[in-house]
């Protein structure tokens, strides 16, 4: 009955105007949105489990009783993954009616994941982002113009539902080269640019040498970018770079930056995060559960991103709690003889180094006896090789006294590998450690 209440007042404050439900939220009592979240929790497990194929044999395999599950963590060892996905195929999943469908593709398969949503879903994330914007500054005399790829991807449809809330203008430009870009948007004067990171990179490289023009903030998603990118980026329009961290399989955004910069706010109203398993920093998978989903609900779905539940509350003071910047995805992280490492590693290796541009990807292989890491890097001149290397171990040296250890043991080379811009990204996301011992002890395996 409370739940009920408490449910019709968050979906009152849901439909109010932005700025509105802010307030609203920012006061609202964390027991309410814990109890919201538990009663969603409870609905959807069971909706999953009666409606959809998949759900309803998993759970009847492992004898799990829904009407008993209060609480995610109560369902063990329970997950659904990607895999799952791939293998099973979205239908098994469906509860309900779909309007629409998004794909993911990941950097581990080539088959992609399909997602289903309705029409309704679209609407709720909708306001949800136009929230989120809001925060950000986003007012209706502000003017858009987004570069999010719109080949099944559900990012712009998510932002176009948000921006009908904020009713700014908004231009659709699709992920088109950003030179093209360049010319063709400044006709409408945005100040405000959507892309991806990776992107966004580029197109500033671009307005650095060509120039820019007043932005208020620019928005990007569908990847990671390093401190140091965003600095430039944010240097070049004298405007912050604002980050969002979303998945396919979640609709979107699962949680975005505020002024702070300082991890993701989360959408605790719509989401049931987790972290099952940590290390001693606190990282581990997060794993999350769809609240209002009725078409396709996940439980328990393995993102495979490597970050950390931040409780503690923000500066900026929202009410919403935050994840960590995300460090890898699981499939990212590598033991070798270096010691555990992951992109971040890799990232703080090439900080403030000259000449090497946003995109690089690190092999791990085995020669003879050690481990190779060999560190693929683009560069602005072949002629500043030697210049790199040199900076990259010197950076070892300095920030990573186990890693350098390791390597003064002889336990593993590190090889600067140069090459020239833009050959390292083929597709969307780009992997960025890749292990190919392992590659070559499955093939063995075969
Ligand atoms: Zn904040």
């Not at 538990?38 to 759970?59: H, I, P, V």
């Not at 794909?103 to 609407?123: A, L």
């Not at 992109?343 to 990807?361: I, M, S, T, Y």
């Not at 560069?379 to 210049?387: C, F, I, N, V």
């Amino acid at each position: 009955m409370l739940t009920n209440i408490i449910e019709q007042v968050e979906r009152a404050v849901l439909h109010m105007e932005p700025q509105r439900s802010v307030r609203f939220l920012n006061v609202s009592p964390p027991w309410a949105v814990e109890r919201l979240q538990r009663g969603r929790f409870r609905r959807t497990l069971r909706l999953a489990a009666e409606a959809s194929k998949f759900y309803r044999e998993e759970f009847r395999r492992r004898g799990i009783d829904v009407r008993r599950v209060e609480h995610p963590s109560e369902l063990g060892d329970f997950y659904t993954t990607g895999e799952d996905l791939r293998a099973h195929g979205a239908e098994a999943f469906l509860t309900g009616r779909a309007d629409t469908a998004f794909e993911t593709t990941g950097t581990t398969s080539p088959v992609p994941k399909r997602v289903f949503f309705s029409q309704r879903e679209i609407n709720e994330m909708g306001r949800a982002s136009a929230i989120g914007l809001y925060l950000l500054g986003l007012r209706r005399e502000d003017r858009v113009v987004s570069a999010f790829d719109c080949s099944f991807w559900v990012s712009p449809v998510v932002l176009r539902a948000g921006l009908q809330y904020l009713k700014c203008f908004h231009v659709e430009a699709g992920k088109i080269p950003p030179m093209e870009f360049y010319e063709r948007a400044r006709a409408y004067k945005p100040n405000v640019i959507f892309g991806e990171p990776s992107w966004v990179v580029r197109l500033s490289e671009l307005a650095r040498e060509r120039g820019a023009w007043p932005l208020k903030f620019l928005y990007a998603g569908g990847e990671n970018i390093t401190e140091e990118s965003r600095r430039a980026v944010e240097g070049v329009w004298g405007a912050p770079l604002y980050l969002n961290y979303g998945q396919t399989e979640s609709f979107g955004v699962l949680g975005s930056e505020c002024v702070q910069r300082d991890g993701y706010h989360r959408n605790d109203l719509f989401f049931f995060f987790e972290t099952p398993e940590v290390d001693r920093d606190g990282y581990g998978e997060l794993v999350y559960t769809t609240l209002v989903r009725d078409v396709m609900p996940l439980i328990r779905y393995r993102s495979t991103d490597v970050t950390r539940l931040i409780e503690e509350p923000c500066p900026c003071g929202l009410f919403a709690k935050r994840v960590a910047k995300v460090r890898a995805r699981c499939d990212e992280m590598v033991v070798c003889g270096m010691g555990n490492v992951g992109p971040w590693v890799f990232e703080e290796l090439l900080r403030g180094v000259r000449g090497v541009g946003a995109d690089w990807q690190a092999i791990v292989r085995h020669d003879g006896l050690r481990d190779v890491i060999e560190l693929h890097v683009e560069l602005d001149h072949t002629s500043l090789r030697g210049e790199v290397e040199r900076a990259v171990r010197a950076h070892l040296r300095e920030r990573f006294a186990d890693f350098w250890q390791n390597h003064e043991m002889r336990l593993y080379e590190l090889r600067v590998e140069p090459g020239e811009r833009g050959q390292l990204r083929a597709g969307r996301k780009l992997r960025r450690v890749v292990d190919e011992r392992q590659m070559a002890r499955r093939f063995a395996a075969r």
